[in-house]
C-alpha cells in the first residue's frame, strides 16, 4: 500500500498506534493525565524516542482542546501560572537531553519513571507545607524537564497536587490546563529544534479523531467513579504497560 510509505510504518503497527491512542484518550479523560505516559509507554515499542514525544505534544495540545467543556470551570488558575515559570525553565533542557541520549536510554528511563511515579501516587502521602510558591516553581522545573524529554511532565504535577490534598476535580480541571499550555511552549521548541517533521504530522493527523471519542467516554466514567477506584484503575495499568516496556528495553541491550 503506497500510502504507507508517508507514515513509514506497517499496516499492523498503525493499527497498535490507533489503540494505544484510544485507551489513552480514555485515561486522560478520566483521570486528567496519564495520556502521554499511556502512548510513550506502547509507542516505544515500535518508535524511537525522539520520534513519539512530537506526535504526543500535538496530541496533548489538541485533547486538551477537546477536555474544555468537562473542565473549565475546575481549573486552578493561581497554581497553573505558577507552575508554567518554573516549566518554562525546565522545558529546554529536556528538549536538549532528548536530542543527545540514546534511544534505548530514554526509553528505559521513560518506562522507569512511570513506574516510580505511578508507585508514588498510589500511596496517598499528604503533605500540605510543600503548596508553596518555592515548591511549585520547583515542580514546574522538574516538569518542564520531564515533559521536554519523555512527555511524562503531568507525573511531577499529578505527584505534588495529590500530596497536597487537592479535590480530584480539581486535580483533572488544572493538569488539563497546564498541558495545554505547556505542550503548546514544548511543541515550538521541539518544531525550531527540527525534532518535528513532514513524517510527525503524517502520522499525527488520523489519530486527532480517535482524541474526542476516548474522552467522552473517560469523563463518562470519571462521573460515576468514586474518587480512591478511579485514580487506582490508572496507576495499575501504566504500571502494566511500562513493566512490559521495562522488560522489552532490557531485552535490547
Same mark, same amino acid.
Given at each position: ?75 486552578d488558575w493561581n497554581f497553573v501560572l505558577k507552575l508554567l515559570i518554573g516549566i518554562a525553565f525546565g522545558s529546554p533542557v529536556g528538549l536538549y537531553l ?29 503533605? *500540605?507545607? $510543600? ?5 511549585? =516553581? +520547583?515542580? #514546574? /522545573?522538574?516538569?518542564? @524537564?520531564?515533559?521536554?524529554? !519523555? ?30 499550555? *505547556?505542550? $503548546? ?5 521541539? =518544531? +525550531?529544534? #527540527? /525534532?518535528?517533521?513532514? @513524517?510527525?504530522?503524517?502520522? !499525527? ?40 516496556? +521495562?522488560?522489552? /528495553?532490557?531485552?535490547?541491550?
Amino acid at each position: 500500500m503506497e500510502f504507507l510509505s508517508y507514515f513509514q510504518l506497517s499496516l499492523v503497527e498503525i493499527y497498535f498506534i490507533i489503540f494505544i491512542v484510544f485507551i489513552a484518550s480514555i485515561i486522560r479523560g478520566f483521570n486528567g493525565f496519564g495520556f502521554s505516559a499511556t502512548c510513550i509507554s506502547g509507542f516505544s515499542f515500535i518508535l524511537p524516542a525522539i520520534e513519539i514525544v512530537p506526535i504526543i505534544l500535538i496530541l496533548e495540545v489538541i485533547i486538551s482542546i477537546f477536555m474544555i467543556p468537562y473542565i473549565w470551570n475546575k481549573i486552578d488558575w493561581n497554581f497553573v501560572l505558577k507552575l508554567l515559570i518554573g516549566i518554562a525553565f525546565g522545558s529546554p533542557v529536556g528538549l536538549y537531553l532528548l536530542k543527545h541520549l540514546s534511544p534505548d536510554t530514554t526509553h528505559l528511563s521513560v518506562c522507569v519513571l512511570v513506574i516510580f511515579f505511578s508507585f508514588l501516587l498510589m500511596r496517598g502521602y499528604v503533605n *500540605t507545607k $510543600i503548596n508553596n510558591n518555592y515548591g511549585k =516553581f +520547583f515542580t #514546574g /522545573i522538574i516538569s518542564g @524537564t520531564l515533559n521536554g524529554l !519523555t512527555t511524562l511532565g503531568g507525573m511531577p504535577v499529578a505527584l505534588f497536587l495529590l500530596v497536597t490534598s487537592i479535590q480530584p476535580a480539581i486535580i483533572r480541571g488544572s493538569l488539563a490546563a497546564l498541558f495545554f499550555l *505547556t505542550d $503548546i511552549y514544548a511543541f515550538v521548541l521541539s =518544531f +525550531f529544534s #527540527g /525534532i518535528v517533521d513532514l @513524517t510527525t504530522i503524517y502520522r !499525527t493527523l488520523p489519530l486527532i479523531i480517535i482524541l474526542p471519542i476516548g474522552v467522552f467516554i473517560g469523563d463518562k466514567f470519571f462521573v460515576k467513579s468514586k474518587e480512591e477506584s478511579y485514580r487506582k484503575f490508572v496507576f495499575y495499568f501504566l504500571i502494566f504497560i511500562s513493566i512490559f516496556g +521495562f522488560f522489552r /528495553i532490557i531485552g535490547n541491550f
